[in-house]
């Protein structure tokens, strides 16, 4: 994410920022709340809020896992749940200064805490630790290009061009280019959702 004032799609920080604000009043969740929920100081929630600052990807997915959601959610409004074709200029992305961008190219469908994204990171790019999902959360990751280092809970595990591997996503996970090249990988994310949520995760599942 850039620190220009819109998204690629053409989202505002305003707009953004009434979404989150948005979600979090839709589950009476207070701001401090949310600030402890997911490691972000409470100013920053506010200033993201009111679309004074422009969160880092690390930020931004910080806060929807708290709020039990994705990034797309927050970016987009659901779909029909019907075939949906999205167009390479209408699928969202999100580029941080750090030297990474992701590109979500699934549809945010109603009651579907799915995301599936493709992620470059520039040649010697750590993207940070991401907070845990809800239990029973699922995480798919593909090696496109490059060497990726994935670590989940501490450990690291180094993935090459062709590899994959799976973690459950209430772990803690972290994802790292260590060598001299970008690195492109896919990675699809199933939020798990606790009972008496009615197709939506609880803001309760969060654990970091």
């Not at 520039?122 to 280092?149: K, N, W």
């Amino acid at each position: 994410m850039g620190d220009g004032n819109t998204f690629s799609s053409g989202l505002s920080m305003g707009e953004l920022g009434a979404r989150i604000r948005a979600e979090r009043r839709a589950q009476s969740m207070a701001l401090e709340r949310l600030a402890e929920l997911s490691g972000v100081s409470r100013s920053m929630v506010s200033e993201v809020e009111r679309g004074a600052k422009t969160p880092s990807v690390l930020v931004l997915d910080r806060l929807a896992t708290a709020l039990g959601t994705s990034i797309a959610r927050l970016l987009d409004e659901p779909v029909r749940p019907d075939v949906v074709v999205l167009p390479g200029d209408r699928q969202h992305v999100v580029r941080d200064p750090s030297g990474w961008e992701r590109r979500i190219l699934s549809p945010v469908l109603p009651d579907v805490e799915f995301e599936f994204m493709r992620t470059t990171l520039g040649p010697g790019v750590d993207a940070g630790e991401f907070s845990p999902h809800a239990a029973g959360s699922h995480e798919y990751v593909a090696v496109e290009t490059g060497c990726l280092r994935l670590t989940v809970d501490g450990v690291p595990h180094l993935l090459e061009a062709g590899d994959a591997a799976y973690f459950p996503g209430n772990r803690r996970h972290a994802f790292a280019n260590d060598s001299a090249g970008p690195c492109v990988y896919y990675l699809a994310m199933a939020l798990g959702l606790a009972a008496g949520s009615h197709g939506r995760p609880p803001h309760g599942g969060h654990d970091g």
